[in-house]
């Protein structure tokens, strides 16, 4: 039987540093963050609170403005224009 590589996907660094950057600093970051329905991307209002890696992925776990609630978000979707949107509590 042949063994199957895990997949991997590539991050782009520069999206990890701004997220790592707003978990240190409790900011929130405006994201465009790419899905199957929306593959364009659409404009997202986070603020990260941890990075985890789980079966070959990356994913911040973050609360979304839009969805008032904390959901995973894979960092390969994220597309390069994520960028700090000020500081403040999640949901103000």
Known sequence: IDRLQPLTRRVDPDVVRVI????????RISV????????????RLIAP???VSAAGRWHVRAFCEKGRKFK????HRFG????PAGNGKPGT
């Open 72 to 75: 995973d978000f894979m960092l």
């Open 80 to 83: 390069d224009r994520q960028r």
């Open 20 to 27: 790592m950057q707003a978990v240190r600093e409790k900011q």
């Open 49 to 51: 609170h941890t990075l």
């Open 32 to 43: 465009c963050y790419r899905s199957f329905s929306n593959p364009d991307g659409a404009e």
